[in-house]
């Protein structure tokens, strides 16, 4: 299951309006990050925190080829390098939004993005139907579940001896 956070404007004059703009980020590995490592952070508009990566990208690199290294140590920390990009990407599009007047509302996790974002305006703006898809985690749930107390690993102490 993929997990995303969901980030909304803060100066948003509407609720309605706030949705509308929400920006879902998905948490863990990235692709693209890796393969284009800062270029990503453009293709998302996040111009400063691209720009500032390519100035970091472009002076490791041009000081690894600058060191009298084997070519092949050259080559793998220009790996690393890259394997840096694809596990902070989400990381650093996270602070690219914080910075840019998003609040960081929530995290959703599914399989298909298209649920997860139904699911989650639905729920924002207060449109919860009254039976939720089998893949939700919320209905694989007892109604009563939570209401009754528990103690240990059974929901009632009292019919268990």
Same mark, same amino acid.
């Given at each position: 299951?993929? /997990? ?16 509308? @703009? ?12 890796? !393969? ?5 952070? =453009?293709?998302? @508009? ?7 990566? #390519?100035? !970091?990208? !472009?002076?490791?690199?041009?000081? #690894? ?14 790996? =690393?390098?890259? *394997? ?8 650093? @599009? /996270?602070?690219? =939004? @914080? ?8 995290? *959703?996790?599914?399989?298909? *993005? ?30 009563? =579940?939570?209401?009754?107390?528990? #103690? ?10």
């Amino acid at each position: 299951m993929a /997990r995303y956070t969901v980030h909304a404007p803060v100066q948003s004059e509407t609720r309605s309006e706030a949705l509308e @703009r929400a920006v879902f980020v998905r948490d863990g590995w990235n692709w693209a990050a890796f !393969a284009f490592g800062p270029f990503w952070l =453009l293709w998302h @508009r996040h111009w400063v925190t691209g720009l500032l990566g #390519i100035v !970091a990208f !472009a002076g490791i690199v041009g000081g #690894i080829t600058v060191l009298p290294a084997a070519p092949l140590a050259k080559s793998i920390a220009t790996s =690393l390098l890259s *394997i840096l990009w694809g596990l902070e990407g989400a990381s650093l @599009r /996270r602070f690219a =939004l @914080r910075r840019a007047g998003f609040v960081e509302e929530g995290v *959703i996790v599914g399989n298909n *993005i298209d649920e997860l974002e139904q699911r989650y305006f639905a729920e924002s703006s207060g449109n919860v139907p009254e039976t939720l898809p089998a893949t939700s985690p919320v209905a694989s749930h007892p109604a009563g =579940l939570w209401s009754q107390p528990v #103690i240990g690993l059974f929901p009632d102490a009292r019919k268990h001896p």
